[in-house]
């Protein structure tokens, strides 16, 4: 399998990176962004390319690929809606687009957020812009689209998030994590789950678009 990897340096993106390169199933990564990893391997190729909203200039490297993991993402506070959604939605929506159009058969995992607004119309901004991303990632004609939408992530094999205030919570929320999965066992997924989860579903499917939290750590499990 050969996959494209968007958002290879955020939290979620290093999991499901390290996972990919464990993978035997797995030729060839290619990971495209602002930022290289500066990680070395054999299977490894990096693309830095800094306007996100076009590939036309590196459209050649994008052809051949199964499956793109989509992980690239901001938070929102201090943005406006639009600022928020120019970068949330279009970026995404402008990579679906070229790829599934140079991979007519690839699948493409998009990573979202619990309580995404699918409606469009709810109170919360984020959750709006990231519902109307996954609606219409959907809509796609060619491309096979699978929204994952975790809840509290525990990174994991010493990935870390690039944003402080999460570092933070993480430190803060870790000697909490056993106790929270006996209270919400389907709540919290790790790295490693989101990138096993991933692999599974690019190569086997998924039996509905929208894999909530239980979902994503029943399908890394085997379950």
């Given at each position: 399998?050969?996959?494209i990897?968007?958002?290879?340096?955020?939290?979620?993106?290093?999991?499901v990176?390290?996972?990919?390169?464990?993978?035997?199933d797995?030729q060839l990564?290619?990971?495209?962004?602002?930022?290289?990893?500066?990680?070395?391997?054999?299977?490894?190729?990096?693309i830095?390319?800094?306007?996100?909203w076009?590939?036309?200039?590196?459209?050649?490297?994008?052809?051949?690929?199964?499956?793109c993991?989509?992980?690239?993402?901001?938070?929102?506070?201090?943005?406006?809606?639009?600022?928020?959604r120019h970068v949330?939605?279009?970026?995404?929506?402008?990579?679906?687009?070229?790829?599934?159009?140079?991979?007519?058969t690839?699948?493409?995992i998009?990573?979202s957020?619990?309580?995404a607004?699918?409606s469009e119309?709810?109170?919360?901004?984020?959750?709006?812009v990231?519902?109307?991303?996954?609606?219409?990632?959907l809509?796609?004609?060619?491309?096979a689209?699978?929204?994952?939408?975790?809840?509290?992530?525990?990174?994991?094999?010493?990935?870390?998030?690039?944003?402080?205030?999460?570092r933070?919570?993480?430190?803060?929320?870790?000697?909490?994590?056993p106790?929270l999965?006996?209270?919400?066992?389907?709540?919290?997924?790790t790295?490693?789950?989101?990138?096993?989860?991933m692999?599974?579903?690019?190569?086997?499917?998924?039996?509905?678009?929208?894999?909530?939290s239980?979902?994503?750590i029943?399908i890394?499990?085997g379950k």
């Open positions: 399998m050969k996959i990897l968007f958002g290879a340096t955020g939290m979620v993106g290093q999991g990176l390290r996972e990919c390169l464990l993978d035997p797995v990564v290619q990971t495209i962004g602002r930022n290289a990893t500066g990680i070395q391997y054999l299977k490894l190729r990096e830095t390319h800094a306007d996100l076009h590939y036309d200039s590196i459209e050649e490297q994008l052809s051949g690929f199964d499956a993991f989509f992980c690239l993402g901001i938070t929102s506070t201090g943005m406006t809606e639009s600022d928020y949330t939605h279009d970026i995404t929506l402008a990579a679906a687009r070229a790829l599934s159009y140079l991979n007519p690839m699948t493409f998009y990573v957020g619990a309580g607004d699918s119309q709810g109170r919360t901004m984020w959750a709006r990231r519902g109307k991303t996954e609606n219409d990632l809509r796609l004609p060619s491309a689209a699978y929204i994952f939408r975790p809840a509290l992530i525990q990174p994991l094999h010493g990935v870390q998030s690039r944003t402080a205030a999460y933070i919570l993480y430190s803060v929320t870790k000697p909490l994590l106790l999965r006996r209270v919400c066992p389907g709540y919290i997924s790295t490693e789950q989101i990138g096993r989860a692999l599974i579903v690019a190569n086997q499917g998924a039996p509905k678009r929208i894999l909530e239980r979902d994503i029943e890394a499990l």
